[in-house]
Each structure stands twice: as C-alpha cells, then as structure tokens.
C-alpha cells in the first residue's frame, strides 16, 4: 500500500474557518509518523474580514517558527485563490503600504506570497468565471502554473470548472509542478470522484507529478488519506509519481 509521510495541504486557525493551532497539527503528524508538513492557510478576500494589509500579518513572520517541532520539518506557504480568468492571484492588483528598502511598493504576491516557501493555487469562488469556457477555464489553470511559486495546483477535480484535463496536466509536467489529489474531496460525490480519477490517470499517462494532501481543518484530519491511497492503490498509480511522499521528494520538487 502506498504511504504518504508528508502532509503539504493543511489549515490552522488563521483560516478563520479551521480549528487548531500550527503546533497542534504538528503534534497530530508526529502521531501519524509524518516526516514534512506544509501549514497553508487562505490567502484570499473571502477567508479574512478585510483585503487591508493588516489582516495578512500571519504570513510575514515564518522566521519566528522552527524549522523542525516535535520532530517534523514544517514549511510555511499558503493556499492562493485564483482569481480571474487570466490565472492571476488573489494579491496581485493590492499593494502593502510601506515602500520596501529601495523606495518601491511590493504587491502583496511580490512582497508576502514570493517569501513563503510554496504555494497552493485553488479555485473556490468562481463568479469570475461564470459563463467561461473550456479553452478559457484551461488557460487560467495553465497561467496558475507559470506563477514561480505556485509548485501545487489545488483541487481541481472539485473546483466545478469545466476545463481540458490533458492539457492542464501536460502544462504542469512541463513545468515539474505538481497536481493535487485532495482527501477532502472523496466527500464531494460520485461525479468529483470520477473527475479524480480521470486526473490521476492523466497524470499517470503523462509522468507528471501529483500531491497527495488531506487539505485538515483540524488536527484530527493531519495525515490522513485513507481515501486516497486506496484509490491510488487500486489504480497502480506509479509511487515515483507521487511529489510528495516523503520530505525529501517534495523538498526536491520545490526547490529547498
């Protein structure tokens, strides 16, 4: 049976909508004998009570945490809303207040999302992209990709968007970035479950990576793809193929 050692999708209070803190959750994949988690929290305008400056001060300060705590390596990204059809980031078009030490004003993508050690992109709120087509809908996920610190694209099976499976996955071999299988989306119904499945066979067929993360809103949930091993067990989806799973394959793909 495939067994993954890192969890590199998870939540923490500073969600707003998850219930434990980062040392919890640390605790947890101590227990589940992880060797790697990832805390990354939203980064978007629906999970915080203002787009101000302020309200992002979380994602500012990962040299306060250790590198290794209670005995797993944590990293500290974020999990980025795309925002428009054409791939962009939630941050992008908003700048921090206070020019950095050459007198320029960052973005928040350039000042907050570049510093962190990796990012998620995902689609959550898709009014943006109501009456889209495929070929569009494709091409946002593709653009997604080209950001230079988006190494996981989040997902996709249950984003609801209608786009070019093949396509997307070839783009992300291209670029060696990795495509999520998401814990969380077992419960979403028999018709995301197929869409799973037709991405993790993709991504079979073309050698490109995939992610395997429980996306945890609570300690309980750390480490735990029951769901997923299974199915990638059924499908004799190629280990090798699995970015993540051990901290040295997935420190490798995202270039620590």
Request: glycine fraction near 8%; proline fraction near 2%; charge should be negative.
């Amino acid at each position: 049976m495939i067994k993954i050692k890192t969890d590199t999708h998870t939540h923490t209070l500073a969600s707003g909508h998850a219930y434990s803190t980062i040392e919890e959750n640390l605790k947890a994949a101590k227990e589940q004998g992880l060797e790697l988690v990832g805390i990354t929290d939203h980064f978007s305008s629906f999970f915080v009570p203002s787009t101000d400056f302020a309200c992002f001060g979380f994602f500012i300060n990962k040299k306060a945490l250790p590198e290794v705590w209670h005995g797993v390596r944590l990293l500290f990204g974020a999990e980025v809303d795309i925002v428009d059809l054409k791939g962009n980031l939630f941050g992008h078009d908003l700048y921090i207040p206070y020019p950095n030490k050459n007198g320029v004003k960052l973005t928040y993508e350039e000042g907050i999302l570049n510093r962190l050690d990796y990012l998620i992109a995902s689609v959550h709120f898709k009014d943006f992209a109501v009456g889209s087509t495929v070929v569009e809908n494709t091409e946002l996920y593709i653009k997604a990709l080209e950001h230079e610190n988006v190494k996981i694209l989040g997902h996709i099976g249950r984003s609801g968007l209608e786009f070019d499976i093949d396509e997307v996955v070839k783009a992300a071999k291209s670029l060696n970035k990795m495509i999520e299988i998401n814990e969380a989306s077992f419960g979403h119904g028999e018709a995301v479950q197929e869409r799973c499945l037709k991405i993790a066979l993709a991504c079979a067929k073309y050698g490109t990576k995939i992610a395997v993360n429980s996306d945890a809103h609570s300690s309980f949930e750390i480490g735990k793809f029951p769901n997923t091993e299974n199915f990638l067990d059924e499908i004799d989806f190629p280990v090798e193929l699995i970015g993540n799973r051990d901290a040295e394959t997935f420190l490798s793909m995202i270039g620590i």
